[in-house]
């Protein structure tokens, strides 16, 4: 099980949609969302994936299937497992 502090995450409509992120996603085993904390728990087989697969899933963009539109940038996550992640703008 990885936890992942996920910014974007920021109620329960954002959580679902970061969940739906790794629908499909071989391995995945159960993903639990913390909406208030922007903290998703994610138990996976690590012999099908790995943490920096979920990360890369997690911040591809998303499809919005209302609109057929791809959202950039939704997600980005900022912890895994208590080691805090560097952003892309502080690199």
């Known amino acids: 099980t990885s936890v992942l502090v996920v910014k974007g995450v920021k109620c329960v409509d954002t959580a679902e949609r970061a969940a739906r992120q790794l629908d499909g996603l071989a391995g995945v085993r159960r993903l639990e969302a913390f909406a208030s904390r922007a903290r998703l728990e ?13 990360r890369e899933a997690l911040e591809a963009p998303v499809h919005e299937p209302a609109t057929g539109e791809y959202l950039f940038g939704l997600y980005e996550v900022v912890e895994m497992d208590g080691v805090k992640i560097a952003s892309a703008e502080e690199e």
């Open 42 to 54: 994610i138990t996976f087989d690590p012999t099908l994936v790995d943490a920096a697969t979920l």
